[in-house]
């Protein structure tokens, strides 16, 4: 796997996810600061707007609204250029567990994943909905019984939805209609067998890669944070793995994004773990930065 030169951009975090390239900066979620901020090529933090309930997966409408999951109270919030926020749609009613990760088609639909079931207290593995967010806040189910959907990339032609299965084992594909409509759902890179264990400790070490957030590239490869292996790797259609990156101190990697402005630079969020009863009083997360060779494509 390649070696490559792997560098801190910020150090401090409570928990980094939902990284994104917008508007010439980064942009990330920190769960337990609270928090989305923006960080500048020297590491300069500027916080945009603080979310109670725990920030993750971030989008932007056509107009320019940020969208951000706000985790425990299931809301999907609409930011105000002021760091405002407004409620753009409520979706408790279609989660398991708490909200999670989200990707924003071009047409302003909102892809949202939740836990399924209650992963920090040890509970019992159990399928999600991904639900779609209209651009009128109208909340639909999109997709059933995924395995802790996390991690989503859209095509750049528009018309491909791919989503990670945490407790899955795989990646899988959705034809995307411009209405939001998914179809034709199909397997697109599988890494093992699916987990066949109720007790979560033993779930767990069934999973060969267990993908968390990512990125997809130029050559329709995904980059994708594998949260218990400590690495990011790049995933090739079918499930190959052909590259890997690791970070300093050994650190999990639990979300990735390409950006910069070639987008062959790949932000890494890590942290020792992912616990919350370790992150939320700690500040030990990093992000970092690393070049690649394949630029970003698709969203987000």
Not at 98 to 105: K, L, T
Not at 185 to 195: H, M, N
Request: aromatic letters at 8%.
């Amino acid at each position: 796997m390649s070696d490559r030169n792997v560098k801190v951009l910020f150090e401090g975090g409570g928990f980094f996810e939902g990284p994104r390239w917008h508007d010439g900066t980064w942009w990330v979620s920190d769960f337990y600061r609270h928090q989305v901020a923006t960080y500048a090529a020297d590491g300069t933090e500027t916080v945009r707007v603080t979310v109670d309930a725990q920030p993750s997966g971030l989008g932007w409408m056509p107009d320019g609204t940020m969208l951000v999951v706000s985790m425990k109270d299931h809301l999907v919030l609409a930011v105000g250029d002021d760091g405002s926020t407004s409620v753009h749609a409520d979706i408790s009613a279609y989660c398991g567990g708490i909200a999670n990760d989200m990707v924003v088609d071009r047409h302003g639909h909102a892809f949202v994943g939740n836990f399924g079931f209650d992963l920090m207290s040890g509970g019992t593995p159990a399928p999600a909905d991904i639900v779609r967010v209209d651009p009128d806040g109208t909340v639909t189910v999109a997709a059933e019984a995924i395995d802790f959907p996390n991690g989503a990339v859209i095509t750049p032609d528009g018309s491909t939805f791919i989503v990670g299965e945490t407790m899955g084992n795989r990646y899988t594909a959705f034809d995307l209609a411009e209405d939001g409509t998914l179809s034709n759902r199909r397997v697109w890179a599988e890494f093992g067998p699916k987990p066949d264990a109720t007790d979560i400790a033993a779930a767990l070490g069934q999973l060969v890669v267990s993908p968390d957030g990512c990125s997809l590239d130029a050559d329709g490869h995904i980059w994708a944070a594998d949260a218990l292996g400590n690495r990011a790797v790049r995933v090739a259609p079918g499930g190959e793995i052909v590259d890997e990156i690791r970070v300093p101190g050994d650190l999990g990697v639990y979300a990735c994004q390409l950006g910069g402005e070639d987008g062959r630079t790949l932000l890494l969020c890590a942290a020792p773990d992912f616990f919350e009863h370790n992150r939320a009083v700690a500040r030990e997360a990093v992000l970092f930065t690393t070049t690649v060779d394949v630029p970003h494509a698709g969203l987000p």
